[in-house]
């Protein structure tokens, strides 16, 4: 794969999607993991996008991935000829 880095990107509404489950995560006691685990999935993304998590589909020029740090879901989808990684939804892991 392509050892550059990519540019991550994501909505407003995911944005508040991931704000809203910290404060999900802090209300259940597992708040704790939540922080390092959105910091590692945003590395990963920038990185290595397709060894992070595990492939769904490719449509086009996108490849649809999902994975799993800690607590933190995410379903993102990387678009190689730009360079880019959409993240498109997180949620918490089911405990």
């Given at each position: 794969?392509n050892g550059?880095n990519?540019r991550?990107?994501f909505s407003r509404?995911?944005a508040?999607?991931?704000?809203?489950?910290?404060?999900?995560?802090?209300?259940e006691?597992?708040?704790?993991?939540?922080p390092?685990?959105a910091t590692?999935i945003?590395?990963e993304?920038?990185?290595?996008?397709h060894e992070?998590?595990?492939?769904?589909?490719e449509?086009?020029?996108?490849?649809?991935r999902?994975?799993?740090?800690g607590?933190l879901y995410v379903?993102?989808a990387?678009?190689e000829?730009?360079?880019?990684?959409?993240?498109?939804r997180f949620?918490?892991?089911?405990t």
């Open positions: 794969m550059g990519y991550v990107s509404d995911v508040n999607e991931l704000r809203d489950l910290g404060r999900i995560a802090m209300s006691g597992r708040y704790q993991q939540f390092e685990a590692w945003a590395e993304l920038e990185r290595t996008p992070f998590g595990e492939s769904r589909e449509i086009g020029s996108l490849a649809f999902c994975g799993c740090a607590t379903a993102y990387i678009d000829s730009e360079h880019v990684v959409f993240i498109r949620a918490l892991v089911k």
